[in-house]
């Protein structure tokens, strides 16, 4: 066997099979020839008991020397255990962030992947995790390798989304015609939030060892202040009175009426079912809900409405739709409709949520039994506060309805359902302490308004 050098290289020709030319001087190193005529420099050596060979690279790039310097570095890492061809194969099969996407949404599909409470995440929520990935996160790094995503580079994917790269009209199944993703602060924070979840499920599944999106700072994402005025709540009483008189809005008029009077979110009044209605216990026994299975105790004003409905109602849904037994499909068409080029043009369903709990606390509710009523996650505070005090939020639940009810129907009102002088204040307490020497002392003091 000759010493590699440039002439002997020049001077190999191709022949019907690959062969391979071993170096004289440095055991397992050698020049490889395809029939094709091309040439690359290999290493052939033994690790774990097998005989391994690693490829340095093509002659042209690599001369004879500078692969037979490398070949001495890579049998020195050889001596002290390495494997650089296991290296190699591992490095050239590490998955992407794409292919980690398809392995998380999979998941995502068969439920093990959990969200809040322990829970599998709904289907609303998976919707719109696959979103994020598709239209913010593959296009951005979908052919970076996780193994070599990097804090910086999280970084730079929440920037981009900010300054609206992944800006994009798209077809939607849920809207009819095309929506824009516009990018923004708040996606920026929820797709990184996204992306960290993703990141987390690679390090469980032993593809990586640290998360790298931990500690990216995400911008705080817009804080929802807008609430209804009173006079805002007479104006939409007589948007909603308006609407409900012409036979294409009726229905919509109707979900919007009752997002206001409950506080509960839009999707829980679009497809409340009659079966989730305990009118007896003036009560929505939500089996699904943001938060999993929820109780949410409802003021008369909406029991008496519900009751009402019921005697006209058919089907699963208090609210259906056109189809078979589905529930109302119309409401975000018939929303913009309706408060087009109105004083309220820029209201939400999320606002009448939050003006639901905004008039809770002028009326002097605790900050537990605002979370009670509208269904946010408190942990066990909650839990004990909705089965052990159910009478105190049913109250609670009359007297912020009917409030409400009173603005809409254009009622005026000079004083607010908690009295704040001391003389009723006493009358209240001392009503409170006789309730309380005849054995009824689990009363709440939030009864004191009764």
Request: glycine fraction near 10%.
């Amino acid at each position: 066997m000759p010493r590699l050098s440039k002439r002997v290289v020049d001077a190999s020709a191709p022949k019907d099979k690959d062969y391979v030319i071993w170096d004289d001087e440095l055991p397992g190193f050698g020049l490889r020839v395809f029939r094709s005529g091309k040439r690359s420099y290999v290493l052939q050596y033994r690790a774990l008991g097998r005989s391994r060979r690693y490829t340095i690279g093509l002659h042209g790039i690599w001369t004879p020397e500078t692969a037979r310097q490398e070949a001495r570095v890579q049998l020195g890492r050889i001596a002290k255990g390495d494997n650089p061809a296991e290296e190699r194969q591992l490095d050239h099969n590490a998955i992407t962030i794409k292919e980690l996407c398809d392995l998380y949404r999979a998941d995502l599909h068969a439920g093990l992947i959990l969200g809040k409470g322990g829970r599998p995440k709904k289907a609303s929520t998976i919707s719109t995790d696959l979103g994020r990935m598709q239209r913010h996160l593959i296009p951005l790094v979908g052919t970076r390798r996780v193994k070599d995503f990097t804090k910086a580079d999280a970084n730079r994917v929440m920037k981009d989304i900010m300054a609206g790269k992944t800006k994009v009209c798209v077809k939607t199944s849920k809207l009819r015609g095309k929506a824009i993703v516009r990018g923004g602060a708040g996606t920026a924070s929820r797709t990184i939030g996204l992306l960290g979840g993703i990141m987390t499920y690679a390090v469980e599944a032993g593809i990586i060892e640290i998360n790298p999106v931990h500690g990216v700072r995400k911008p705080k994402d817009q804080v929802r202040q807008r609430r209804l005025t009173e006079e805002e709540y007479r104006v939409l009483g007589r948007i909603l009175a308006a609407a409900a008189r012409q036979e294409k809005y009726e229905t919509t008029a109707a979900i919007i009426r009752q997002i206001a009077l409950t506080g509960c979110r839009r999707s829980e009044i679009i497809t409340l079912k009659w079966a989730d209605v305990d009118a007896d216990g003036s009560c929505l026994r939500l089996s699904e809900s943001k938060e999993g299975a929820s109780v949410r105790p409802i003021g008369l004003p909406v029991v008496e409405y519900l009751e009402a409905r019921w005697e006209a109602s058919f089907g699963t849904f208090v609210f259906p739709g056109l189809g078979d037994d589905n529930a109302f499909g119309a409401f975000p068409n018939h929303w913009e409709q309706i408060f087009k080029g109105s004083a309220l043009s820029d209201v939400t369903p999320h606002v009448l949520r939050h003006s639901f709990a905004s008039i809770a606390n002028d009326l002097g509710f605790t900050e537990v039994t605002i979370a009670a009523l509208v269904g946010h996650s408190k942990g066990s505070v909650t839990s004990k506060y909705i089965h052990t005090l159910d009478t105190a939020l049913v109250m609670a639940a009359d007297t912020i309805a009917g409030y409400i009810q009173g603005l809409l129907d254009g009622i005026e009102f000079k004083h607010t359902a908690y009295a704040l002088d001391r003389p009723s204040r006493k009358a209240a307490l001392s009503r409170f302490l006789a309730r309380a020497r005849r054995g009824r002392a689990s009363d709440s003091p939030d009864e004191l308004a009764a």
